[in-house]
């Protein structure tokens, strides 16, 4: 009995070692994800200041306890319509670089666990940008969750402007 | 805990550096005060003991060389000649390179570096081999002995070093071991002051030690050793040979009156009072017809000498921190800066704070306001306070341009000299930090390409030696730094024609003087013909001017033909609070500088002037000023046609004045400037932002970006075309 506990254990261990957590969220209508170690909070969307001549993907500054963080439309970043912020989206802090950014998402979906071997990867198509953004696909619940590659969303256009 | 005792060195290196520079510098303006000499002679010194604790041989080597010219120097063996100084400050600036190679790696042109030593050596040559003779002589046995019995003293040295002793990488072991080429030495340590292992601090220094030399080396020599530990330990040096001598004196007094010999002889302390009052008595009257007086005379120069040398050790010392500032505290910057940040928070709480109340609408508030009003005053003061602790004088960052004007005359083979003024001048350390580079290039601009060849300034009638000032001066709640060059001035021709070539101006404009001077900073600009190794590596004036704009400050340049350019740099004093009026723009709440604004005013429909087609002007008082549409400036619309209601006159470092027009104007306050590096890119317009009491970001306008980016007639298609974008 002991030993066969001994046995187990370490399995379900390593089981849950590889399983990793992601906070799916809609944008535009589909289905996101981020690891939920990327993200420091999620906020209600409060009204931001706008940058001057900054690009549509981003919305402007919001005072995050007394930091300035700019917030980006992920719509928009992904090359869908830009989304009409009101009350009942959310922004989505996450760390790139050690710095904090808001992504603006329509709303925050659940919290799934999911093993590597699960994650495939993203098929070719068309769309180059939405190549570069995602870093693979879930299947969840029969609906595809894309996985973001946050490093790519923000850092490759912070060029252009 | 190497690492942190290496960064340590480091820092000391920085400040020896500084100290040496100093030094220097004094020295090339003809100041040879030997005590000036012995401070720089210090520095290396210490340098290259530190150095040779991290087994920095290359930086050990070649300090010792430096330093071993300076030994000359300070022995008066080499004259300080014009050549020697020159040698002396590249030399200089290369331990400088060495001591920067060997904290962050890399190299250093090595050619250069046998040059110096080749150099230096030119000095020693003649001396060298009474150099290497010198030390042989004192180690030497056969030399000593016959001394030793002429004259053998014994010398009590009492030896307790202080913590700082040990942060300028001197050992006690090596100041005895020079202690015992001299004699025989007795080493005692005095460990009595050492605390139990809970209570002891790491940095501290506890020990003491008691030494005995018997050396027949005269007390000058013995306290040379401790030449380099001076002020960084308690040192008392006592020799017995007085007593010894009076001893002697004293046993042959005995001798003659034999009687008293017994109890004198010995000294013995049992001797009682009335038998020890009249030994005495003899003891100093008989000493006259007797051969004592000489040793008696000797004992009290002896005497006399350290309590003399304890007299010139302090005000030595207090001349010291006269010429050294006063006295400090080394705190870690981060610590400042989260300081600072918290008062930064505490600026945003109170106006958050104001604004609440004032939103009470709670009947009788005088009293709150009255309190409000006090807390507001103790935060500026504490705000200040703060931020004073970050300011630092110019001097140091003064003092490193003479280097790059040094470097820069010799490559190009020019002859200039750098006047530093205003070195005092106290700006806030990150300002100082980021002026670097700024102030390196115009420096070597201003050599490279602002004075002539020697040749050519004589034949325009000046001196051979091209003069640059650089000042720094408080002006108005800004820091102004001017750098000024006796050169040819700009050469409007050419730089027109430059600018036509390269595209940047249309071939038929028609540019005022000043526009002109100010298409250098344009980017993609640069004069020089062929690119120099000093100026023009592809980095031109233009990323000056975006650092000096980067700190939100501004840089205009005016030039007189053959008589010279100067360049003005216009900062903030503080980088993390400014006064602002803020405004509304578009919609937007937002920030203008109150520094740049000279006047407000309400404007009216007869005051707007149209000219040409998109042109507008303010008539004020009979002068019409463009006027320069805000909102339009940074592409955003306004809820309405409506013209905007409001004025703020601003003039530009130029001169230049123009109108900006905005919404309204709401509150005049102070508010924390959040950078925005980092959190988007360079906004055209916009210098910062700022957190408002309602904890909403306002963004910090650059008028004079807004009003260069084109008040008038680009702006409306701008407007348009983001309208068409949005809709």
């Known amino acids: 009995m002991q030993s066969q506990a001994e046995v187990n254990m370490p399995d379900q261990e390593v089981k849950h070692a590889l399983q990793s957590e992601f906070v799916s969220f809609t944008v535009a209508g589909q289905a996101f994800c981020l690891k939920i170690t990327q993200i420091r909070e999620i906020r209600r969307w409060s009204p931001v200041t706008i940058l001057p001549h900054a690009p549509a993907d981003v919305l402007g500054v919001m005072n995050l306890r007394g930091a300035v963080i700019p917030i980006y439309d992920l719509s928009a970043r992904f090359g869908l319509q830009q989304t009409e912020a009101s009350e009942r989206n959310v922004v989505i802090v996450v760390a790139v670089h ?31 940008s939405t190549m570069e953004y995602i870093q693979g696909i879930i299947s969840h619940d029969d609906t595809m969750v894309r996985i973001i590659n946050l490093d790519a969303v923000i850092s490759a256009p912070e060029q252009v402007i | 805990m190497s690492g942190s005792i290496q960064d340590t060195f480091f820092e000391e290196c920085e400040e020896l550096l500084e100290a040496m520079d100093e030094g220097l510098t004094a020295v090339e303006g003809g100041d040879h ?10 520095a290396v010194h210490s340098i290259k003991g530190g150095a040779g604790a991290f087994g920095l041989d290359e930086l050990v080597g070649f300090a010792h060389k430096f330093e071993t010219v300076f030994d000359e120097v300070r022995s008066n063996k080499v004259q300080l000649d014009t050549k020697l100084i020159q040698l002396l400050l590249r030399c200089s600036d290369h331990l400088a390179d060495l001591v920067a190679v060997a904290r962050d790696g890399g190299s250093t042109d090595e050619e250069h570096h046998d040059t110096l030593i080749a150099g230096l050596e030119e000095y020693l040559d003649e001396e060298e081999e009474e150099l290497t003779f010198e030390p042989m002589g004192l180690g030497g046995p056969a030399a000593p002995p016959p001394l030793a019995i002429e004259s053998e003293k014994n010398y009590t040295i009492r030896f307790q070093p202080l913590k700082e002793m040990f942060g300028t990488g001197n050992e006690p072991f090596f100041l005895f071991q020079a202690l015992s080429e001299l004699g025989d030495l007795k080493v005692v340590l005095d460990e009595s002051e050492l605390p139990g292992f809970d209570s002891m601090d790491m940095a501290e ?75 005495e008595a003899p003891e100093t009257d008989t000493s006259g017809p007797f051969e004592a007086p000489a040793p008696a005379e000797e004992v009290k120069v002896a005497e006399a ?128 930090e980021r002026l670097s580079d700024p102030l390196t290039h115009i420096l070597r601009n201003a050599v490279d390409h602002g004075l002539e060849k020697p040749e050519d300034r004589e034949a325009a009638g000046k001196s051979r030696v091209g003069e640059i000032r650089l000042s720094a001066s408080h002006r108005s709640g800004s820091v102004c730094i001017e750098i000024k060059d006796d050169g040819a001035g700009i050469n409007r021709p050419k730089v027109k024609q430059i600018a036509i070539e390269k595209g940047l101006i249309p071939e038929n404009a028609e540019l005022t003087d000043s526009e002109i ?23 031109g004036m233009d990323v000056v001017k975006n650092a000096v704009t980067g700190l939100g400050g501004r840089i205009s340049i005016t030039s007189t033909p053959g008589k010279g350019s100067t360049f003005t740099i216009i900062l903030p004093l503080t980088l993390a609070v400014m006064d602002g009026m803020v405004v509304s723009v578009g919609g937007q709440t937002m920030v203008v500088p109150i520094t740049s604004i000279v006047e407000t005013m309400r404007g009216s429909d007869d005051m707007i002037n149209s000219l040409g087609a998109d042109g507008t002007l303010l008539s004020i008082r009979g002068n019409f000023v463009p006027i320069c549409d805000v909102a339009g400036a940074l592409g955003l619309m306004k809820p309405d046609d409506q013209p905007p209601g409001v004025y703020l006159l601003v003039e530009t470092e130029t001169g230049q004045r123009s109108a900006l027009a905005v919404d309204d104007i709401h509150d005049q306050r102070q508010v924390v400037i959040k950078s925005l590096d980092g959190v988007c890119g360079n906004i055209p317009g916009v210098a910062a932002a700022t957190i408002l009491g309602d904890g909403k970001i306002a963004m910090i306008l650059d008028p004079e970006s807004i009003i260069s980016a084109g008040g008038t007639a680009g702006f409306d298609t701008e407007r348009r075309m983001s309208n068409a974008i949005a809709s």
């Open chain 2, 33 to 42: 005060d030997p005590e000036i000499v012995n401070a720089v002679f210090r």
């Open chain 2, 205 to 279: 220094s506890y020990l003491a030690w008691d030494l005995e030399l018997t050396s027949s080396e005269p007390q000058s020599r013995v306290e040379a050793v401790f030449e380099f530990v001076e002020g960084l330990c308690e040192l008392s040096i006592a020799s017995d040979k007085d007593d010894e001598e009076e001893a002697a004196a004293l046993e042959a007094l005995n001798a003659a009156f034999g009687a008293d010999a017994g109890p004198l002889g010995s000294g013995l302390p049992e001797v009682t009072p009335p038998a020890a009052a009249p030994a």
């Open chain 2, 517 to 539: 001077d100010n298409l250098l900073f344009l980017p993609g600009f640069s004069t020089a013909k062929e690119v120099s190794n000093l100026s023009g590596r592809g980095v």
């Open chain 2, 305 to 432: 000498e350290p309590v003399e040398q304890a007299e010139a050790a302090s005000p030595e010392a207090a001349k010291k921190e006269q010429r050294g500032p006063k006295p400090t505290l080394r705190v870690e910057l981060e610590r400042v800066d989260r300081l600072i940040n918290a008062v930064g928070e505490l600026i945003i709480n109170h106006s958050m704070l104001a604004q609440q109340i004032a939103n009470l609408n709670a009947g009788d508030m005088r009293d709150v306001e009255t309190e409000l009003e006090g807390f507001k005053n103790l935060a500026r003061d504490i705000q200040e306070g703060v931020m004073a602790i970050r300011a630092q004088p110019v001097k140091p960052l003064f003092q490193r341009m003479a280097r790059i004007v040094r470097e820069a005359s010799s490559a190009t083979e020019k002859q200039a000299k750098l006047i530093n003024e205003g070195e005092n001048t106290e700006v806030d350390k990150t300002v100082i």
């Open chain 1, 98 to 128: 050690g710095k904090p950014v808001g992504l603006l998402a329509e709303s925050v979906s659940e919290i799934i666990s999911i093993n590597p071997e699960e994650i495939q990867e993203t098929p070719q198509v068309d769309s180059r």
